[in-house]
Every structure is written in C-alpha cells, then in structure tokens.
C-alpha cells in the first residue's frame, strides 16, 4: 500500500510524537516480530580443538587462577560478539585448570555442566561432595548448589563448560554468591551420589533435590558401555543414531531444569537423516570424526571439536569412517517444552 | 591488581587474537555476568491513559486497520527502545478498534492476553469461540490458537494487550500463521467455554487443551464480585491485599503457560508492605486512584493507566483514598517458576 | 487331569499339613484367582424411592438422632449382606434429618458426598463452613474433614450418601475422631468457598488443599444449567449422552480422590449405546424416569431411585420420554486409574 | 441407651423389614465401621523357612509343573485362611521351579515381585527379556506384562513372590491371559533394560513404560554393595536402619504401581526405635539373623524366613549379633498415598 507524500510526513511527525511518550507502533515492525518460523539471532558454527588448544595454554600462562575466578575462553557466537554468548540462550566455554590450582567455591543460579576433555586429577566439588574428573565424564553443578573445582593431578586438565546463562539473564533472574572459603570441605566420600541414587535405589531417610538430579556426575565409562550394547542392536533414531540422554533418575526428565544433555553414537558409515527442531545444540566431539551439516554447511568435526546449530536449523549427521564416532552435546529444550514451544520435524532432500 | 605495562600489552593482543577465532577471555567479564542480584535492563515506568488515548484516536484515523493487522501502541522501556519489549520477557500495548472493523484472524506461539479498557460491542474470537468484550474481561488467546477481534459496536474500543513475544524471540520459537480468511466462523454458541469448563465442572466426552485454560473469558463482572466478598472477611497479602489470579481449572495453574494475571483489591487507606521478587510485572489501574512505589518513586495512578515494575524492584502498594482501588496485572512469574528462579522477600523500611 | 486314589489321598494329607502351617497350594485355587475378566462380588441392583422413602420416616420416629450419629439406612448390595457396602469398594445409604435436629460434627479418613434427594433448610458444615442443601446440590466432605448436618426448615431432608467405606477398610486405614463440640461454630460465610476458588480465580493468598477440590457444595441450578446449554449443541458420550464431571479446579480430576462423580444428561428418546468399564457405579435419577440396562436385565427408574453397577457389567442408558433425564452417578474409577486398572470398551449387540 | 421392651420389638421388627428391601441401619453397626484407628483383619505372623523348605520340596514331587501353572505354596494370613492373602491387599507365597522346568506364560494385572532365595539357573522372562535370578535378585513383572519362568540349572531355584492380588480383587479388576505358546521367545538381549534406563541414562529413541519401572531386575550385588557404602557413613532411618527403595528411574517412586519394595541393613548391635504406619508389610530375611517385634511379640528370624506386619502395628527392629543383618521388605503404601490415607508415627516405651 501506498501513501501520498503528505500522509507520509503525518505519520512521521505523529511516530516522533510517539517516540517521546514511550510508545511505538507495532504495524511497522508486526513482520519483523512476528515471523513464520524462528528467525535466531544465533548462526551456526564450528570451534576447532587444534586453534583453541594452544590459547587455552597462554591464558594459563597469562592469567593467575586468583584473578581469573574461572580460566575460561567463552565460544562466541560470531553475531552475538560481546554478550557471552553461543546461541541467545546458552554459554559455552574451555575451563582450562592448572596443575594444583583451585578454582574458587561459589555458586549462582544459572546452571552448569562440565563434560572432560583433557587430563587426570581434577575434581569437581558440589554441595560438599567430589566428583573425580576423568576423560568424558559429564558432571553436574546445578543452580544455586555450593562448586569448586581442583586440580590434583601434574598437568593442566580442561572441559567443557556449558550454562544457561544467556537464558538466566533475560529472564533477570542472576544471582550469585562466594563461598566463605576457597574450597569446600568434604561432607561425604567421593563419587557418593552415585551409589546412593544412581542404581535404580534411593535412600528412604534421606530427601532428594526436587529440580535437578542427585547425581553429581555421570562416567564416560559407563555411557560408553551402555551405547555400544545398544548399538549392537539397534539403530536408534533416524535423526541421531543411538543416543542416550543423562537422566534425573527421580523425575526421568533432563539432569539439570534447564539443559539437557545427550551422549550420543553415530556407527560407522552412518549417514542420518536431516531434521530440524526449535531449540538450540552446542556439540563437542569425543571420538571418531565426522560431518555436521547444517543449513547446507558441511562441518568436519574432530575430537574436542565444538559445534553450535541454532534453533529450527537443518542438520543431519554423518560418519564417513570405519570407526564409531561419539558426540556429547546439551540443548535448551527444557526452556522450551513446559511452554509447548518445542517442535520438531524431518527436513526432506 | 595491577600488572606491568608489559604485560597488560600481551594481554590485549591476546585478546585481540581471541576475539578472531570467535572466543573471548571470561575473566574480564565475569563480574558483570554474575551479579550478586538481577541487575534487569529494563527500568520502572508509567504510561498515563491521559497521555495515550488522544495517541490512540490518531493511530485510528491514520493508519486502516487492514494495514496494520492489529493497531496497537507499543509500550516500549525507556532502556529498550526499539525492542518492541516492555521488560526483557514482556511485551504490552493498547490496542484500539473502529466500530465496524475486524482485525484479521492469525496465530503465533506467542501467548497473549487482552484486558479491556473502553467501549462496548467488541468480541474476541479464539479458536472458533466468540467471547464479549466488556470493561474490566480478561480475555486469552493462548500459544497457537486461531484469534480475531471484531468491533460490532458503534464506538472504538481500546484494550491492554500482554505477551510473551521477547521471552518467545529469546527462545528463538516463534511461528506465526495467517487464517485463511479474514474472520474465523463462529463454532460454538458465544462465551460457550465458560459453561463448560468455568463451574467447577467438566464435560467428560471431550478432551481440554493441555497447556492452557480452556476458558476463554474472565468477565470483570465475576471477579470484582469475588474481590468485594473477600474484602468482606480477608486483609489478603500484606503485599498485594485481596489478590485473585485467573486460574486454568485443569491445573490451578496460570491461565496461559507462560504469563499469570491477577486483579487485586486494595482496601481503602490501605498501605500494604514493600516487597520484591524475580520476574516483572506490567500493572494497569481499573477503579479508583492509588500510588504504586517503586524503587523509592511513587507513581500516582489513575484508571488505565499503565505501569512497570522490573525483576527484583522493590515495590509497595497505597490506596490513600476512601474508596477501593482495583489493579490488574501481569507476569512472567511462569517461565521462572519451573526451573527454581522465581525468589521473593520482604523489604523492611 | 484325572490322579490315581493313591495320589490323591497323599495330596489331600499334604494340603493338610500345609493348613496346619498357615500355607496353601495355589494350583487349587489358581483359576478362581486369576480370572480372564473381573468377577465382582456384588451384582446390579435397584432400589426404589417409593419403597424406601416410608422406611426413612419410621426410622425419623424410632432412633432418636443423639442415638444414631447419623440416621441412615445403608443400602446394601444383595451379595455383601451384612458388610454395609453397595459393592467392594463404595458404600450408599440414605440419610434423613428431621426439622431442627443436628447430625453431630466429626471425621474420618473416609470420603462422603451427599446429593440432596428432599427438602429444603438443612447444611452441612464442612471445616467451618456451612454449605446449603438444595435439592440436587452435590456436596464434600473429603478425607479427615470435619463435618456435620444441621436441618433449619421444617420439614425431614433427605439425601444420599457416598461413601468409600469398604475400600478404606480393605486398605486397614480408617481413622475417626469426634468433634470437641456438636456442631462446627460458622468460620466463613455462607458458600464462601465457591467464591474462592469457583469462579475460574484462586485467592493468591492462601493455600488449597491438594488432595480434593476446595469447592464444598456444587450447585444443581448451575450443573443442571450447564447440561441444558451443552445438549443445545452437543450430543456428548455414546455412552453417556451429556455428563458434567464434578471437578476439583486445581487439578481437573474428581472433586475427591477415591470418588468421581457425575451428572448426566439423556436426551429424549435417546437410546444409547452398551459399554462395560473396570470400576463400580452407582446411580441416583434425578429428574424424568429412563431405563438402565444391566447385563441384560432392565431397570426402569423413576426421581430418587438408586442403582448400582458392578465392575465390567455391559449397561445401557435409555430415555423412551419427551422430557430430558437425569441421572447423578458415582465411582470408584479414581482408585482404579493411578494403577493401570481402568478399561473400558464398548459392547456390541 | 436402653429401650423398653416394646420398642425393642418394634426395631427389631423393622429391622427385619429393612433386610428384605436390602437395606440396613447405620446406626447399629456405626462403632464398628468407623473405628478410632485401622482394625485390619490381618495378624502378625512368621513363617519359618526351616518349616516350609520341606514342603516345598514335597510340592515339587508330587505336582508336575504342567499342572500346577505355578508351584506355589501361598502363605496366608491366620486370620484371612481361604483368601489366598497375607493381609487383606497383599499376596506372597514360596515359588519351587524344578531343573529344566518351565513356569508356562501368561499375564495379568496382577502385580507381582519376585525375591530370589536359594538356587542357580532360573530366569524369568518380562516382555521378551529374560532376566537372570541370583540369590537376593529382586525382579519384578508388573501390572499386565508377559512373563515366564524357566529354571537352565541343575536344581530346584526358590524365590518369595509378592502381589497385589487381594486388592485387585477388592477393586473387581483381575484380567488374565495366557501367552499363545510356553515360553516368550528372547526378544533383546539378557538383562538388556539395566544398560538401556538402569544407569542414570535413557535412550531418546524410544519410550519407556509409563506405570511401572522399566528395569526389570535390581541385582543383590549392586543393592548389597549401596547399603554397605551407606552404611559406612550414615546411620539411616531410626525405624529402619539403611534403606533403600528399588526405584522407578523415570519418576522416582516405587517400581512398580502398587507395590513398594526395599532392602534393608540393620548395623551390628542395633536396636531401633518402634513406629507403625498404615499400609502392611511382607519381610523376607536374607543375611544374619535379628529379631522383629510387633505389637509386643518378639519374632527371632534367620535367612529366608517370612513375616508379616499388617496396618498400623507397633513394630521395632534389632539386630543383637556381630554381623550386619539384611531384610528384603514390600508394602501395599503406593495404594494409600495417592488418597492421602498414609499416615506414620513413633511409638514411644
């Protein structure tokens, strides 16, 4: 539609008059806002293990552990440069952790995770209780639960971190608090939560965390076992091959409220088929090599490697090579589902 | 601490070289990500109905309603200019429509809510279901569900709209679609839900939506009856005085997944006590004059008028006057609740 | 499979001794046991207003009220003589209270509804607030409230109670307390709950109960409303015609946990359709006269006849009249779905 | 209250009527209906397995397996003899399986539990995957799923089984139904549903039973190798010592629907504090020997001897020798506590 000249000049002047009382007009941006499928600020990229690796090494010469808090390189979205951020919910970093360096207790309610990628000897403490720190390993630090990490080991050890905290900040819901010392002790002995909720038993005396799961980390080693029996008979998804969720073991839903993360095998040879969903994926290889397309991109994935795809963007995930390949990931589904926001569906061609 | 001119050199070069492989150093950044509490970007605010409704009346005569697809005036934050948001997760703003004129009928993922604030003759039609529009109705037409509206009276009538649509785009989950006429035919008789689900009864030969109230209106005329016989017997919150929330009857949750509502009563001479909780609120004045305090600032409310109050402000509620006073109000309390980040406390002085 | 004399006297000696230690043989009775389909106890039944209703004004001039606690008599099954019990698991009786008189305050773990068969005048009290009985009305007193009747008018009230009586003797879980006093002093209005959390709002300010509806008295003159408006455009269940669950609004199932209740529309000359369900019905006519069809065998009802239904018996509903029919119906389907128990199909011919 | 004769008469003349229109008075039979707390009909009892080991054997000779579908011997309750029930909602009875035998398939809503007790080589087989069954293994069949038991060694195997017969009955809700052949064919590998939901994980590509734990077997080993670690730090529950449920990893309740079931360690030299609750109880000893007291009688237990505590009955535990003592346990709870009917509490001397 068309307006003359002088219309033109009114609406502009009545915009302006607008503008200076807090209001605007929703016709000029309804088809901005309101767009047929999800329009993520979010593109797709991919972080390669062999750049980062070496920077990773000059933070931990550069920066003192005391000053740090954390030594992280945060993955940055390249259009979201500046917030923190891999999609416009989640935040992806490597936590590199000196040789008997402690990064200090605190806790805050954006949740995080931690999946291992390189070194022995480091622990994660939640809520008083040490989780040891192996090779793809996920490890749990839920929101607003006491967490400090230490390096036991001679080498530097580094993971993954992944949290919520993009999503944490729209909703203006951060806080955040120092523990009253470095470290905190030790209440209970290594490795506890999982003999005590992670067998299909629960203790009857004691009460359980109503949001997140008691088990404080989930072991490479058993993840791996439990895809490679499944993998002997079964194909699993046509989208993701055999993939195996970490699971609160009291509700059957994701480990953490917000976030939920996958372990997940692509047999060799595999090539699946493409799918798109709302929700965004961060992907850290853990073994194998593979290819993620997205959105017609083709990303050649090694370990250590991470991947983000953003919300709604074909994917599909294949596995040229003899040797399975194995792929950690975590989304933001659980943003999305209790508000019937989550959808998903098959990307023919 | 300080570090040497040398090394503060390094440093930015390495800063510079991370930035171009799309990571960033955590460490600078980390005290403005994890605050001790919500630092919100959006400010507390109050749009008079004395200002807007001349604003209205033009937006009437300049701009065809087959244009604009709906003629609203945005409330944007004073810190969110050009966000189309009223708080980070929240959108607001007044909608009229000309005696005669149908805003064409569409869907989207985006919750919203209708609260009505002049005029008579109006409908709103959800799913095939026509609901009257009178003074004081709140009205819903919750994530995906067909809406139109229809003036069939001989004035404008204007409402408050609410929705969820920065929450929805942060989510990276919007859909929208086009109905494929102009106006939905009328399915069932006029307010026919009511009857079905708002008694305290349920038909048992058809199912409910899940994820929101199956009732379509809330009529004003009900729940100030409701008010008025509670102030008969109760004080109500010391916060928020005698406070109803529409509810789905199949969940006693909110009426829509992600937004709850409430009209609140506050006696008169009532001077209730400061409070603040995560999640923002958008307030609009129904009867009577109040003084809403908000971070230290009282902002002198009058019927329609609009208001905001920030994750975390604190806030307190007066009604100076000797007649009751009524707000409606609206928040984003749902998409905090499930993941353990909606707090609340007190605020002595 | 036939066994020799011999085997047969050393069987008999062996099941002897097993006796003699509190053992049995399963085989024996394996087939009886495990049933291909449920064998309830009870049977159907009708019992007759025009009979019954003269044996309440002799048991109104022969048990003092002071005597009886509450003056009942208790329907019971054919097959259950002497257990108080309409089947295995519900209880019915009719109660009548005379001009004046009070039915004591006290509770216990069992759930009781009432439905008012005649008169006009009496209330019951539940946890403080009186509920008036109209004809039609259905009332609670839920699990370890406390309750009593009053009879203000001038005339005997009758109504039926519900009660599930044999199941919580089953589950070894009854408890009861007298209240301190003959009846509950008044703690609210009048129906004061209907307006709390009837309407489609809740108060904000208080919490409900979470295992029944917090709604004590449901109205005839609005459910009866409800039913006229719904068979204008619907024709409902096949089974059922148009019925209307008695809902509890904060989770959208039965009012009470272990009892659903139901009122039910059959349009004239409706013949509906045969089907057979786990779980047992009772049914109390309450306008019109119709035929319940029972394993084959016909009932025809008349206002305040009561029938029962056994666990999988196939049943019919019939109306042959001009006038609409109604019948309000009970069932223990609440302790039947939480475990799986609950089918239903129809059944054909 | 006392009543002249004449009046007497007159009552017991109605009463009489009352019966032939099957009715009867509440008021005569009110005391015992409504009692202050639980009367079950169940008693306590304790079945020696030096007792019964024999008798199972003499089954096993003198009934072919053919014949018997299970050979069983039931333990019923004194009180309750006829009614194949060890309380009025439980089952348990000693199942003997010859060498080479098979234990035909069938289901049935039934649930049931088994409890290994002595023997080698036996196997029972839910849904297509046989699960193995060592000495302390609790398996479990739920609610309408296939099952067959085979026994591949060379002796007799013996387990405890536990079902909700009786209160299936009560809700008039036994189905049944026998598999087309003998045994299920191996549909999965042996032991499959451990690595596929036992473990903290569960497959994305496949949905898992709503109602009942997907696990199909809990092994003594893993369960044993918990209490001992928990034991070494905690002293548990002062009524039960370390407890542990078998848990439904997918919500966090009992395994299956209506039966909940532990294991449990009682310390060396322990002497427990004595409670009761709602809801009865079947213990199953497995290591050491203690000593269970109920209502004031002292049951002095060893390996594999069974014992019943009905609803409501003061029970203590103690363990006067040097070993740590094990009990294998189940209840009826899951049918109360959805009604709000389970209730617990110390009882103190």
Redesign the interface.
């Known amino acids: ?1 068309t307006h003359s000249t002088e ?1 033109t000049q ?2 502009e002047a ?1 915009y302006q ?3 200076s ?7 000029t ?2 088809r901005q ?10 593109v797709p ?1 991919h ?1 390669r293990w062999a ?2 690796r070496p ?1 990773l090494d ?2 931990l010469r ?2 003192p552990i005391e ?12 259009r979201l ?2 917030e ?1 951020a891999i ?3 989640l935040y992806a ?2 936590q590199i952790i000196g040789a008997g360096e402690t990064a200090r207790a ?1 806790r ?3 949740n995080a995770l931690r999946f291992v990628l390189e070194g022995e000897g480091a622990f994660t403490a939640v809520n008083g209780e040490r989780a040891p720190m192996q090779r793809g390993d996920f490890i749990i630090t839920p ?2 639960t006491w967490h400090d990490h230490g390096n036991q080991g001679s080498a530097p050890v580094v993971w993954l971190d992944g949290l919520d ?13 120092p523990f009253q010392e470095v470290q905190q002790p030790p209440a ?2 290594e490795d ?1 939560s ?12 004691e009460s ?1 965390p109503g ?1 997140y ?1 008691p ?1 404080r980390r ?1 072991p490479y080693l ?2 791996r ?2 895809l490679a ?2 993998a ?3 194909k ?2 046509p989208y ?1 091959g ?6 609160n ?4 839903g994701p480990a953490m ?2 976030i939920d993360a ?2 997940q095998w692509l047999p060799p040879r595999a090539s699946l088929t493409s799918h798109r969903h ?3 994926t961060v992907y850290c290889a853990v073994e194998g090599r593979g290819i993620l397309e997205v959105d017609g991109i083709e990303y050649q994935w090694e370990p250590n490697d991470v991947m983000v795809v ?3 963007a074909p994917h599909r995930h294949r596995n040229p090579h003899s040797e399975p390949a194995i792929l950690f990931s975590f989304t ?1 589904a659980p ?2 589902r ?6 998903e569906e098959e990307v023919s061609g």
Not at 21 to 27: E, F, G, M, Q, S
Not at 171 to 176: E, K, M, Q, R, W
């Open positions: 539609m219309s009114e609406r009545y008059r607008l503008a009382h807090d209001v605007a007009p929703l016709w941006v309804f806002l309101l767009t047929p499928t999800p329009k993520p600020r979010a990229h972080w750049t980062l920077l000059e933070a550069l920066v000053e740090a808090e954390r030594r992280v390189l945060v993955l940055e979205n390249p440069k500046g923190s999609t416009s919910t970093g490597l605190h805050h309610t954006a929101v607003w905290l993009p999503a944490a900040q729209a909703l203006a819901a951060i806080f955040f608090e209970v002995p506890d999982r003999w005590r909720w992670g067998q299909g038993l629960r203790p009857t005396f359980a949001l799961s088990i989930y058993i993840a076992e439990s029996r499944l002997a008979t079964t699993g998804s993701d055999i993939m195996l969720q970490y699971m073991p009291l509700n059957g409220p917000t996958f372990l709302t929700g965004s953003p919300s709604w933001d943003l999305l209790p508000f019937g926001l989550y959808r």
